[in-house]
């Protein structure tokens, strides 16, 4: 897995920096396929923005949230991403998805 993580208007420290690694192994614990992740951290006066997209085999996930926290901010984008990648990963193992049923209708 690739992670760049960048910062507008803001200096990712090496607390930052750990902090997101740690949250974001939630995320490829759930999913091996991860390809790669890019995070942009933002602060515009009192609020603290928090993006992500992560690229998949076959998708890419792009997930925001917004605190006065960054933090919190962080926290509910990992849990708003956790809830996206592990509805993908249902979507890939149905194995039903896609067939025909028969319905017959007796005359």
């Known amino acids: 897995m690739n992670l760049q993580i960048s910062g507008h208007h803001l200096e990712i ?3 930052i920096h750990e902090y997101v690694t740690g949250k ?17 951290l933002s602060v515009d006066k009192l609020k603290q923005k928090a993006e992500v997209t992560v690229h998949l085999s ?7 949230s917004i605190d006065e926290d960054l933090y919190a ?9 956790e809830r996206q990648i592990q509805k993908h990963k ?8 896609g067939q025909k049923v028969s319905v017959v209708v007796p005359d």
Do not use: W, Y
């Open 58 to 64: 076959g998708k890419d996930v792009h997930v925001e």
């Open 24 to 40: 974001l192994e939630r995320v490829t614990r759930h999913f091996d396929n991860v390809i790669d992740v890019n995070v942009i």
């Open 73 to 81: 901010a962080l926290d509910s984008l990992v849990d708003k991403l």
């Open 90 to 97: 249902q979507k890939i193992q149905d194995h039903h998805r």
């Open 13 to 15: 420290t090496p607390a």
